[in-house]
């Protein structure tokens, strides 16, 4: 053998066994630097469809190309509803004036339509019709031309003590108000659940009701609680008393509500998944690949100035798949496998992005060995990786692994959700890697840089490194 050989081999050798070694190039100032961008005003929040989005892809363009890599869009339409400037909610009665702040006092739902009233209001319970099981918030009360107040979840106990509630959610909810033509919604949060629910930002579509154009509010506790103080109720008692009677106790309210609400709604609006391919180095295994993702998107902004920054949710996953790309793109020989860095859109919307690209994979789903999820992973304690009763091997892989990083929780989970879900459909093995206690400020304005631990993101998206790495250069087939 000459010595030219020997060196060669010797480098292959050096590559094959201490790549793994470039876990340690995982930058923890370079992640929070794309968090930073990633969750600042000027991108509005990233809904999906909107300019901010397009920003954020903007950006992931340039650093795929900034590694070296080419980055490909898939091109999609969704539902999309911008919030507009004014926003106007005030209550009125003989005594007392109210000028309720949005982003403080109230949001909006996120297909709210638009509408500039000056009209009565009607409690209505929770705004459930449904004369098949005999219950109707609406019954022998008048709405029409009205706004409504009804809870925005729905009952805990069975109604006649057998039957279930099926799933009603708040579009429905505007659809029932609508068609007894009420012209506007208010939505409050359960007072007497243990922890009720905040004034979130959310762009779920549910399924596929057309937008319910009336101004479709969620109010705070507190401001549903003044409107209903100075009419002498207490809205914590009203929920106890229709819990135990069963029964609806919907009544008109005094006084006035004036709501100024400007929306802009399209039906089909394109946005798009971006991803990069880093192609294997073997010659047979290269057409086999593990795709990473993690969604870009977020619940957007609303009247201009209310926006929710998703920094945990989910800047920090769309910063660890850059970070991934960047630190294997320093690979002089790449792993046996190829690997695809995919951001998804619309996973707000009900997880569309991921299931598009998991319909239209661009390349052969039979020849997808693994996907990997990122989902709200910079916030919270330690790393749980998920999905692993469902795939044990690949769950051990990431475990074996944690003693280079040793912050993984010994738990795991029995199923694929969120982005993983539409792959595991597809026959894919998922592992879904999350944080615990990671949602403390999950869909609120709260949700900023500031709370996020760099640490433990530093420290998952090296964890995710050195098991795609493993999982790209592996002998064995388990998975198929
Ligand atoms: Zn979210």
Known sequence: MKVTHLIILFI?????????????????????????YLSKKELGGRLSGSIGYEKALQFAEKQFKSYGLKSERQNFLLEFNDILKPAVFQYENEQEKMDFKIGKDYILRCFSGSGNLNTDIVFCGYGISNHELGYDDYFGIDVKG???????QNPEWEINDTTKWTAIYPRDKALI????????????????????????GSSMENHSIDQVNIPQIHATIETINKIFESNNFDIKA????IDKNKTPKSFALKGKVKININTNYVKQQPTS????????SDSLLKNEYLILGAHLDHVGVQAEDVYFPGANDNASGSATILELARVFSLHKIKPKRSIIFVLFAAEENGMLGSKYFAENCPVPVKNVVSMFNFDCIAHGDSILVRCGELFPELWNIAKENNKYINMMVDKTTNSSVADAEAFFKEGIPTLYFVTTNTYTHLHLQTDTPETINKQLHRKITQLAYLTTLNVANTNKTFWH
């Open 146 to 152: 009205k706004v409504v107040i009804v809870f925005k």
């Open 12 to 36: 292959i050798f050096q590559y094959s066994c201490f790549s793994q070694d470039l876990y340690k190039e995982v930058s923890e100032k370079k992640l929070f630097e794309n968090i930073k």
């Open 238 to 241: 009203l929920q106890s008393d």
């Open 273 to 280: 998944n971006l991803y990069a391919i880093i192609e294997g």
């Open 177 to 200: 108000a609508f068609s007894h033509g009420a012209i506007g919604i208010i939505f409050v949060s359960k007072p007497n659940d243990a922890n009720p629910q905040s004034i979130i």
